[in-house]
């Protein structure tokens, strides 16, 4: 962790719980509007921040005293609203070092982003937002450290399938105070599960595809007492996987063929939804209709770059796309290929993030002064040998290895441009994984040059464990695979190492599930490669 006052547990409990009924106490709110007089808590989908910079970060809520309204507007209506925040250097809120005024904005679903400046490089601040006579829940946010720093604590997570199970995992990791945590994608999920077995039903009960059905899926998810925790207590960045908007999807190219035109209106809708509810840079991430920039760089000082990078809005349609002999059920999307059936997955042409992220990520890459380089990823980079009904060595074409030459760029450029430490983290196949990442995986003496580390699911159901077994052989570079819990990754980091946590709950059908270590891997400064601990 940076040199920060981490609150104990207890103070942390006992901020995010606080009511908000109570009268606005603060002298600093006293030359604001006096506010609406509400009927509903209008701070009941919580609080969140986000997106640090060394003197600031983003402060978000959104506005909803009738959450579960019908129409999706949470019970808002009429123009933007002014809402005030105030920021402190302690958790009770008693120093409180600057406030004013932050707008929910109708157009985006009455949601409040406000890009804070002006505060202190390296540590922790608390917030709150207050209308009337409502407060909200007081909310941990940091600023980035200056070079120097030392010691940072992080989690990341994937895959929260609200039908599956209770976010207990959120809850466990937020208790762990951690400085900030990592979304790597699937957030949600847009579907509705009719076949496997489910404890909570999904809003709506099918698939999203309009932003009024996409606003209350994130709703839903957002009244998850243990994620409305994990925000208010813990600042966050954010990436996306293809459930924010359909499953393996890729650019404009949905997995069901539909028109692209109309894709990229659903696209747009699910965009909206994310920028709404994430606590994402109010500027730089604002959608423009189906397009909105989300990949972005963080400098922890020099201790740790993290490059944020989006494997979906610009990646290549994936390879043999819509070919119905293909499809394996799956229409279009990810499904297995052998590279002599399918040519076009050997096309240098074809990119998993497209021309433009590559040439940002490779001289963020080159030029990076941090002792560790963090590429946080949502989906498998390292490439994993499959066998496809027929014994055929095959790929999924979902993941890096429907993009071989895309990846092969990549660690041609690592190996060239040696950034200290590269470690890539990822989401998406809701298993554990450690792997050594190379120019040529098919080579014995090809040299590891980076690491990946791959967390399981919050709550999704994990690959089949003893086929996926089976792989291994084929993948000498694989050092670790389990399928088999629900879980997140707590990294502890140094300059002199990594050290990874994998972090399983016992039963995501019991809401007091209990939290414990499945296995841990250390990467030591200057040897690439993740280690058994
Ligand atoms: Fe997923």
């Given at each position: 962790?940076?040199?920060?006052?981490?609150p104990?547990?207890r103070a942390?409990?006992?901020?995010?719980?606080?009511?908000?009924?109570?009268?606005?106490?603060?002298p600093?709110?006293g030359?604001l509007?006096?506010?609406?007089s509400w009927?509903g808590?209008?701070?009941s989908l919580?609080?969140?921040?986000?997106a640090p910079s060394?003197?600031?970060?983003?402060?978000?809520?959104?506005?909803?005293?009738?959450?579960?309204?019908?129409?999706s507007?949470?019970?808002?209506?009429?123009?933007?609203?002014?809402?005030?925040?105030?920021?402190?250097t302690d958790d009770s809120?008693?120093?409180?070092v600057?406030?004013?005024?932050?707008?929910?904005?109708a157009?985006?679903?009455?949601?409040v982003?406000?890009?804070?400046?002006?505060?202190?490089?390296g540590?922790?601040?608390?917030?709150?937002f207050t209308?009337?006579?409502?407060?909200?829940?007081i909310?941990?946010?940091?600023?980035?450290?200056?070079?120097?720093?030392?010691?940072?604590r992080?989690?990341?997570?994937s895959?929260?399938?609200?039908?599956?199970?209770?976010?207990?995992?959120?809850?466990?990791?937020?208790?762990?105070n951690?400085?900030?945590?990592?979304?790597?994608?699937d957030?949600?999920?847009e579907?509705?599960?009719?076949?496997r077995?489910?404890?909570?039903?999904?809003?709506?009960?099918?698939?999203?595809v309009?932003?009024?059905?996409?606003?209350?899926?994130?709703t839903?998810?957002?009244?998850d007492?243990?994620?409305?925790?994990?925000?208010?207590?813990t600042?966050?960045l954010?990436?996306?996987?293809?459930?924010?908007?359909?499953?393996d999807?890729?650019?404009k190219?949905?997995?069901?063929?539909?028109?692209?035109?109309?894709?990229?209106?659903?696209?747009?809708?699910?965009?909206?939804?994310?920028y709404?509810?994430?606590?994402?840079?109010?500027?730089?991430s604002?959608?423009h209709?189906?397009?909105?920039?989300?990949?972005?760089?963080?400098d922890?000082?020099?201790?740790m770059?993290?490059?944020?990078i989006d494997?979906?809005?610009?990646?290549?349609?994936?390879?043999?796309?819509?070919?119905?002999?293909?499809?394996?059920?799956?229409?279009?999307?990810?499904?297995?290929?052998t590279?002599?059936?399918?040519?076009?997955?050997l096309?240098?042409s074809?990119?998993?993030?497209?021309?433009?992220?590559?040439?940002?990520?490779?001289?963020?890459?080159?030029?990076?002064k941090?002792?560790?380089?963090?590429?946080a990823?949502?989906?498998?980079?390292?490439?994993l040998?499959?066998?496809?009904?027929?014994?055929?060595?095959?790929?999924?074409?979902?993941?890096?290895?429907?993009y071989?030459?895309?990846?092969?760029?990549?660690?041609?450029h690592?190996?060239a441009s040696?950034?200290?430490?590269?470690?890539?983290?990822?989401?998406?196949?809701?298993?554990?994984?450690?792997?050594d990442?190379?120019?040529?995986?098919?080579?014995p003496?090809?040299?590891?040059?980076?690491?990946?580390?791959?967390?399981?699911?919050?709550?999704?159901?994990?690959p089949?464990?003893e086929?996926?077994?089976?792989?291994?052989?084929?993948?000498?570079?694989?050092?670790?695979?389990d399928?088999?819990?629900?879980g997140?990754?707590m990294?502890?980091?140094?300059?002199e190492?990594?050290?990874?946590?994998?972090?399983?709950?016992?039963?995501?059908?019991d809401?007091?599930?209990?939290?414990?270590?499945?296995a841990?891997?250390?990467v030591?400064?200057?040897?690439?490669?993740?280690?058994?601990?």
């Amino acid at each position: 962790m940076v040199d920060y006052a981490v609150p104990s547990r207890r103070a942390l409990l006992k901020s995010a719980a606080l009511s908000t009924a109570g009268l606005v106490a603060s002298p600093a709110l006293g030359k604001l509007p006096a506010g609406p007089s509400w009927s509903g808590d209008p701070f009941s989908l919580g609080v969140a921040a986000g997106a640090p910079s060394l003197d600031g970060f983003v402060l978000w809520t959104r506005l909803a005293p009738d959450p579960l309204a019908a129409g999706s507007a949470g019970g808002m209506h009429g123009p933007s609203q002014p809402i005030a925040y105030e920021i402190a250097t302690d958790d009770s809120m008693h120093h409180i070092v600057q406030h004013g005024a932050a707008l929910a904005e109708a157009e985006f679903g009455y949601s409040v982003h406000k890009q804070v400046h002006g505060l202190r490089p390296g540590r922790p601040y608390w917030y709150r937002f207050t209308s009337g006579r409502a407060q909200s829940t007081i909310g941990r946010a940091m600023t980035l450290p200056e070079h120097g720093a030392d010691k940072l604590r992080f989690a990341f997570f994937s895959c929260s399938h609200y039908e599956y199970g209770y976010f207990s995992p959120y809850r466990h990791a937020a208790e762990e105070n951690p400085d900030f945590g990592i979304f790597l994608g699937d957030y949600i999920y847009e579907y509705a599960d009719k076949r496997r077995p489910t404890v909570r039903t999904h809003s709506g009960g099918k698939e999203c595809v309009t932003l009024a059905e996409y606003r209350a899926r994130y709703t839903q998810y957002r009244l998850d007492p243990n994620l409305r925790f994990l925000h208010a207590t813990t600042p966050s960045l954010a990436t996306w996987d293809d459930h924010e908007v359909q499953n393996d999807y890729a650019d404009k190219w949905g997995e069901d063929f539909q028109d692209p035109k109309a894709f990229l209106e659903r696209r747009a809708a699910a965009y909206q939804t994310f920028y709404e509810f994430m606590p994402v840079k109010p500027v730089f991430s604002r959608p423009h209709g189906p397009n909105m920039r989300l990949y972005d760089r963080y400098d922890f000082g020099d201790l740790m770059r993290v490059d944020m990078i989006d494997g979906r809005q610009y990646r290549s349609r994936e390879a043999c796309y819509g070919d119905p002999a293909k499809k394996e059920g799956h229409g279009g999307g990810g499904h297995q290929e052998t590279p002599a059936a399918c040519l076009e997955l050997l096309d240098a042409s074809r990119s998993m993030i497209g021309l433009a992220q590559e040439k940002w990520l490779f001289e963020g890459l080159a030029t990076s002064k941090a002792k560790w380089n963090l590429i946080a990823n949502d989906v498998l980079m390292a490439r994993l040998h499959q066998k496809n009904p027929a014994g055929e060595d095959a790929f999924w074409t979902d993941d890096w290895d429907g993009y071989p030459a895309s990846r092969t760029r990549l660690m041609l450029h690592i190996a060239a441009s040696k950034p200290s430490n590269p470690v890539v983290i990822t989401g998406d196949i809701h298993s554990f994984w450690a792997n050594d990442l190379k120019v040529d995986f098919d080579d014995p003496k090809s040299p590891t040059i980076a690491s990946e580390l791959v967390g399981t699911s919050i709550t999704s159901y994990g690959p089949p464990y003893e086929l996926f077994n089976t792989f291994l052989p084929n993948n000498p570079h694989v050092k670790f695979f389990d399928s088999r819990k629900r879980g997140y990754v707590m990294v502890d980091l140094t300059r002199e190492r990594l050290s990874a946590r994998y972090q399983v709950v016992s039963d995501i059908t019991d809401p007091n599930a209990s939290l414990s270590t499945l296995a841990s891997f250390v990467v030591e400064d200057g040897k690439p490669g993740p280690v058994a601990a």
